[in-house]
């Protein structure tokens, strides 16, 4: 069974985002998270997390896309 060790989650507007632990630094070091953990500027987290955490949530990014059918 695949696990998720090293990941960290921040929420998002529709859900839980599964992040490397470099990508969960950086994303801490902007200080793009409010007090409870979550992102309200979801553009800015795209454009700070690697390839491999975008495909990784790539279901959740089409859906606060909006391009999730």
């Known amino acids: 069974m695949a696990r998720s060790t090293g990941r960290k989650t921040v929420g998002v507007s529709r859900g839980l985002m599964m992040l490397c632990e470099t990508c969960y630094a950086q994303v801490m070091a902007d200080k793009l998270t409010d007090e409870k953990n979550f992102v309200a500027d979801a553009d800015t987290l795209f454009d700070t997390i690697c390839f491999g955490c975008t495909d990784s949530n790539r ?10 059918e």
Do not use: F, R, V
Not at 59 to 68: E, H, K, N, R, V
């Open 59 to 68: 279901t959740l990014i089409d859906q606060m896309a909006g391009s999730y």
